[in-house]
């Protein structure tokens, strides 16, 4: 009954900028933790964003000062405003929600967003 779905991948040239929105359902939400992920072609999911329910944000090295990752409790949603987008950084973008136990909730499961396609191209 969970899930995750993500918007706003396309085609953006090389220096552009793209917003990703995931919205979740169930309930809890401002209580978890969320991040997002990205799988390029031949490669290992890596994480790129997470940020706590107290909204404490942390970004990979190669994406920190580019990329932002927010969270709207009100509307359940995670974005990621993704600036000067490199070519390398074509992949599919998940959003994630780790399995958590909350209080007064007990165990909330991990969650996969089904991905959208962001491909950096000229």
């Known amino acids: 009954h969970v899930q995750l779905v993500e918007s706003g991948g396309g085609l953006v040239q090389p220096g552009g900028s793209l917003g990703l929105s995931c919205a979740a359902s169930?309930?809890?939400?401002?209580?978890?933790?969320m991040d997002w992920y990205r799988q390029a072609p031949g490669k290992e999911r890596e994480l790129v964003a997470t940020i706590t329910s107290s909204e404490t944000t942390t970004y990979t090295d190669s994406v920190r000062g580019r990329f932002t990752i927010t969270r709207d409790n009100a509307k359940n949603t995670v974005s990621l405003q993704m600036n000067s987008l490199k070519p390398e950084e074509t992949a599919v973008y998940y959003c994630?929600?780790?399995?958590?136990?909350?209080?007064?909730?007990?165990?909330?499961?991990?969650?996969w967003g089904q991905g959208t396609l962001v491909t950096v191209s000229s």
């Open positions: 169930g309930s809890s939400f401002s209580f978890l933790d």
């Open positions: 994630h929600r780790p399995r958590t136990f909350v209080n007064g909730a007990g165990w909330r499961r991990e969650v």
